[in-house]
C-alpha cells in the first residue's frame, strides 16, 4: 500500500472513502497546514496493491500496516465516510497508537436504514433544483454508477452524478470543476462484497482518544443523523456540522473544516 505526505506538524493519518476512491480527492492544503498529512492510498486504488480479498478487515489490517510503518508512537487519524468506518474499527481495536481521531462525514452503522436513508436524499434532489434540468439526472446516474464495468466507467459516471455530494453544486459548479474532474475510483474495490454488515455503535463508548465529529449539513448520504450517533456514543467527542457543506467539506469550507480538526491539538495544549 502507498501513501502521499504533505503539510508539516504532527502526523495525520488520513483514510480516503469509497470504498475505492483515489485518495487525491481527499487532499486538504488547508490541514497541510496543521499537520504533516500521510494520505493513505487504499489497496486496490492508485498505485497500491490489489489485495487477495476486499472487505473492512483488510482496510484495517493494511491502516495498521501503515502506522506500524510511520513509526510514530501516536498518530492522529481521520477516515472519510467509508475510510471513517475503517477508523472506528482501528480506534476500538488499537487506541493506544492514537493522539486523536477525525470521524468525518460518516457513520457509525451502514445498513439498510442507512441506505434507505441516503436513496430517499438522491431521490429528492431533483426537487431540490427545480429550474437546473442536470439534477433531474442525478440519481440515475448514481444507480448506474453502481453497476459499472471498468474505472473508466464508474470514474465518469460518478463524476456525472457528484453534484448530489455537495450542498449547491450548481451555485459554485466552475468553482469545484477541478475537483470534480480529478475524482477516480475503482470500480473491482467500489463494488467488491463484503459479507460482514457494519454497525459499531455499541463499541463506540470503548474510543477513548480526543475525538471530533465532522458533518456538512447537506450530506445526503452521511450527515448530521449519523454524526450525532457518533457523538452522543463516544466520550466527550466534539461535533461540528458545517451548514454549507455536503459530503465535501474540506472543499466547500475548507476554512471551517481545518479550525475543526486543529482544535484538537489547542486541546492537547
Known sequence: MNYHVAGSGPVLVAHPGGPGFDYGY???????????????????TGSSDTPAA????????FLGALVDHLGEPRVHLLGHSHGGFVAQRYAVDHP????????????????????????????AYPGLYPDQPEAAAIPALFQSALGAADDE??????????????ADFWARRDEFAGFVAGVRISAEAATAPDSTPFDLRD??????????????????I?????????????????????????HFGH????????RAVADLLRDES
Open 26 to 44: 481527499l487532499r486538504s492544503p488547508e490541514l497541510e497546514k496543521h499537520f504533516t498529512v500521510v494520505y493513505a492510498e487504499p489497496v486496490g
Open 54 to 61: 476486499y472487505g473492512l478487515d483488510t482496510y484495517v489490517r
Open 96 to 123: 493506544e497508537r492514537l493522539a486523536s481521531l477525525i470521524l468525518y462525514h460518516t457513520s457509525p452503522v451502514a445498513g439498510s436504514e442507512w441506505w434507505e436513508h441516503a436513496m430517499a436524499g438522491l431521490n
Open 153 to 166: 466507467q464508474i470514474s465518469a459516471r460518478l463524476r456525472a452524478a457528484l453534484p448530489v455530494y455537495f
Open 203 to 220: 463499541r463506540l463508548g470503548e474510543i477513548t482518544v480526543p475525538t471530533a465529529v465532522i458533518a456538512g449539513r447537506r450530506d445526503f
Open 222 to 246: 452521511c450527515g448530521p443523523r449519523w454524526a450525532v450517533m457518533l457523538r452522543d456514543g463516544i466520550p466527550g467527542a466534539r461535533l461540528t456540522v458545517l451548514e454549507h457543506s455536503g
Open 251 to 258: 472543499i466547500e469550507q475548507p476554512d471551517h473544516f481545518a
